[in-house]
């Protein structure tokens, strides 16, 4: 890897939807997803032999605590935990934890996601040209369930260790746009933040939130949603990741003296 020649030294990346296509452009995407992965938890406590409510009060219970924890981190930036979800829902329903593996619990509310695990098919070449640039990569994913189970998606895809720092909010305190959680990445690249830019496929919290830390950043302008938020300008719009490298080159060109 070769040594960069401008003032940028690192690009950090969203996850869902701007690396990684989870689907979510599809219709009634969030609430299909909680549904099937609810299941899978439940119907692991069924296979244990954990009394538990039947599925029709299990699921809104569970449904009811993560929309309620999604409302407070949305105001307070606070990061969701679905272990923390189950957790206390578990108790709620006098279901005694010391007989739960709530690992298993997470794993299992996760396995979906793993067996249809996808890149965009832009990712990896992106991804390769910018390391062949001399540039550290990044992560910094909103996310309910902890970096263990993601990493065994990017361990999957072939692109974990093509990311050095990964921060996922399941993991950390805040979630974006907090400025904390990028902050935490450019620590581990040991990257100042004006050496460093952000790609997300959101205004708010991608944008908003690289900017609060003090990074600049690129709007990945996705087809079926249009992204609108007035005071939250991006320092460049792409609508594919094979344009990041030229908008790259155009936000941060090579100093006087330097070879283009």
């Not at 004006?194 to 997300?200: H, I, L, Q």
Request: net charge negative; glycine share 6%; with cysteine.
């Amino acid at each position: 890897m070769t040594t960069p020649t401008t003032n940028l030294q690192a690009v950090l990346f969203d996850l869902g939807e701007t690396l990684l296509d989870t689907g979510s452009d599809t219709p009634d995407f969030e609430r299909d997803q909680a549904e099937r992965d609810f299941r899978a938890a439940f119907d692991y406590l069924q296979g244990e032999r954990i009394a538990t409510p039947p599925w029709t009060i299990f699921y809104p219970a569970m449904l009811g605590q993560l929309r309620q924890r999604r409302a407070q981190g949305f105001c307070t930036d606070c990061s969701v935990h679905i272990g923390d979800v189950m957790r206390e829902v578990l108790l709620e329903m006098d279901i005694p934890l010391e007989r739960v593996n709530l690992n298993t619990c997470v794993r299992l509310t996760f396995q979906y996601s793993v067996e249809t695990a996808r890149l965009y098919p832009q990712a990896i070449p992106a991804l390769l040209a910018l390391r062949r640039r001399g540039l550290r990569l990044g992560l910094v994913s909103n996310t309910i369930w902890p970096g263990w189970c993601q990493d065994e998606i990017l361990e999957l895809l072939g692109v974990r260790d093509l990311l050095e720092a990964r921060v996922y909010s399941a993991d950390v305190e805040y979630a974006k746009p907090h400025p904390s959680i990028f902050r935490q990445a450019l620590r581990i690249l040991r990257v100042p933040p004006s050496a460093a830019v952000f790609v997300g496929d959101h205004l708010d919290p991608d944008v908003s939130g690289a900017h609060s830390a003090g990074m600049r950043a690129i709007l990945l302008q996705v087809p079926y949603r249009r992204e609108e938020k007035p005071g939250i300008v991006p320092d460049a719009t792409i609508a594919s990741l094979d344009e990041l490298p030229q908008a790259l080159a155009a936000l941060d060109p090579p100093s006087a003296g330097e070879p283009a």
